[in-house]
């Protein structure tokens, strides 16, 4: 085949298959879909996710009962020096320790650890993931406990505020099965179009005068008409 060559597709023909072997496409995706939902349900691990938030405000004058504007703008701009600071060792040894963490490291609590601040505001969220539902609440309420007992003497901040503690999670927060079905699905349809795709190229039958003068480039001097197209016997 020359680099100029082109594939065309029949598009009726690509129909013709789907239609020919439809019931066997069809049970395709609805194994893939299937398998994809029960390895999701019985053979990946179920993980839970507890959040606790957190304001903080450095205030410009600590004897001042007033927050100023600018002790907001300050706190806003500080936002991502707290966060560095909850995920550093100096918060996840003290955790691991009181908690009696054994099988749990300065890696894996940054992995199970997620802090992220809601965009122009001195909110700071503090998300666990775990695979036990309790562990995950206590160890987020035990960040954000040791982080107010050490935050005065790393920055001298007092005025941390919780302003919800995490609670047990009563629902998974992954694997997600819809998507998963999803991507299930989508593979089978994957699979289908592969399918179609070689039985186009190894389709050698020749169904019109076009494709054989395409194929053999010789004039056609007649045709055979056939006799039960009408659909008399």
């Known amino acids: 085949m020359n680099e100029n060559d082109e594939i065309e597709i029949d598009l009726s023909r690509v129909f013709e298959i789907i239609k ?20 999701t349900l019985f053979l990946i691990p179920k993980k839970y996710t507890a959040e606790t938030k957190l304001i903080i405000v450095q205030k410009s004058n600590p004897d001042s009962q007033q927050i100023s504007y600018n002790d907001l703008q300050t706190s806003q701009k500080l936002v991502n020096t707290y966060s ?6 100096a918060i996840s040894d003290e955790v691991i320790q009181n908690l009696k963490l054994d ?18 505001t001195e909110v700071i969220t503090v998300a666990v993931t775990s695979k036990d539902s309790k562990e995950a609440a206590t160890i987020a309420n035990e960040v954000v406990r040791v982080f107010q007992d ?29 998507r998963n079905t999803l991507v299930g699905f989508l593979l089978g349809c994957v699979i289908d179009g592969c399918i179609v795709v070689y039985l186009l190229l190894n389709d050698r039958n020749i169904r019109t005068e076009e494709e054989m003068k395409q194929i053999f480039d010789y004039p056609i001097i007649g045709l055979i008409p056939d006799m039960n197209a009408g659909g008399t016997e």
């Not at 099988?103 to 122009?120: F, H, W």
């Not at 790393?154 to 629902?171: D, G, W």
């Open 150 to 178: 050490k935050i005065y003497s790393i920055m001298n901040i007092e005025n941390v505020t919780v302003l919800n503690s995490a609670k047990v999670p009563e629902k998974k927060s992954s694997p997600s099965t819809m």
């Open 103 to 120: 099988d749990l490291d300065t890696e894996g609590y940054q992995k199970i650890v997620k802090i992220s601040s809601v965009k122009d």
């Open 20 to 39: 020919k072997h439809f019931k066997l496409f069809a049970l395709i995706i609805l194994a893939t879909s299937a398998v994809a939902a029960l390895v």
């Open 84 to 89: 560095e600071i909850l995920k550093s060792e």
